[in-house]
């Protein structure tokens, strides 16, 4: 089975490498960008959707070229295992799951994708073996067409910037008179100003 | 001047690579990115925050551990262009942002940033230039605290998994008595139900 234009053992050292471990949803996310890019038709310009912000991702940023900071990548949680690839102006395009009805025939990729065992009791060897010998049987396929306000190429119109009057950093001016963080959506609070940088 | 550990021009090549183009705000997070590791303890196991979702979330994923996929990257948007390192248990670490007063001298970087010239007029090799040059001094520094509800090494129980009694997907059970997207916050519609992708 080959990964995107890898094979499986070359996919596996890019995820280490990237993700930082082989993690179970490294392998259902290979393999299901697989599965959707020899759907799509021949050369077409696509960006991605994820359904969840675990794994998936990582999966697209190693396998396309879209990533979460060009824009061509963004996570719309569902709470689904799924991924969308879409003609970035049209919205057509491919949507492919991780099926729950199709896993009696494995239990430990079961065990881990509805979390029926906790982590330490999963045994990693035996979920990557079944997702090498599962390959795209376990996973479903529809066509779809992305709504036209998640379609990325239909709104290239970026606000202005404007200095937040508090914090007097520049922010994008249709989040509000002030920066939202100054309205209290900071994650963080300040424990000292170091000023400059290069000082 | 490094980025990481990297040649200013090999880290142009790795953005090329990753970001499909060597776009102005993937140098200020690679400088950004420099900037506050130095700043933290020596070995010091890290989380990221990034405050937008431009560009700067792709120069942390190429220039440390933390992914979108893995959780150890996350972007809570603020409309700032600033960066957040931060243990990953006590909170503490660097914020690093573009600092709009320190402009002045660098007119290509204040044209691309404050959105003052359309993108065909801005000049990339300009900007690049500038950037080299000005290094870390057109950027702000701040010792923070990331909150304890943002602190991803706090929280590590996952929800159980359900079927979703609609669309009989998998999805995570916090979320509701069915997924999100049957309640309808799907990004797409079903053009046609394809069954199984290894049909």
Not at 42 to 66: M, N, R
Not at 93 to 110: E, N, S, T
Not at 112 to 117: A, P, Y
Not at 185 to 199: E, I, R
């Amino acid at each position: 089975m080959k990964i995107g234009t890898h094979s499986f053992e070359e996919y596996l050292d890019r995820v280490q490498a990237f993700h930082g471990s082989v993690a179970p949803g490294m392998l259902a996310g290979g393999i299901m960008v697989t599965i959707a890019r020899e759907r799509l038709p021949e050369g077409e310009i696509f960006d991605v959707i994820s359904e969840s912000g675990h794994c998936l991702p990582d999966a697209v940023q190693l396998l396309t070229p879209c990533t979460i900071g060009n824009g061509w990548l963004r996570i719309v949680n569902t709470g689904r295992y799924a991924l969308i690839l879409y003609n970035k102006y049209t919205g057509f395009g491919v949507r492919v799951y991780l099926d729950a009805q199709k896993l009696a025939g494995f239990p430990a990729v079961r065990g881990w994708f509805l979390r029926e065992l906790p982590k330490p009791e999963q045994d990693l060897d035996a979920i990557v073996q079944e997702f090498r010998s599962a390959g795209p049987d376990i996973f479903g396929v529809q066509k779809v067409r992305v709504k036209p306000e998640h379609i990325q190429g239909l709104k290239k119109v970026h606000a202005a910037i404007a200095i937040c009057p508090v914090c007097k950093e520049a922010y994008t001016s249709d989040l509000g008179d002030t920066c939202p963080a100054c309205r209290g959506t900071a994650p963080f609070l300040v424990v000292q100003d170091g000023g400059a940088a290069g000082s």
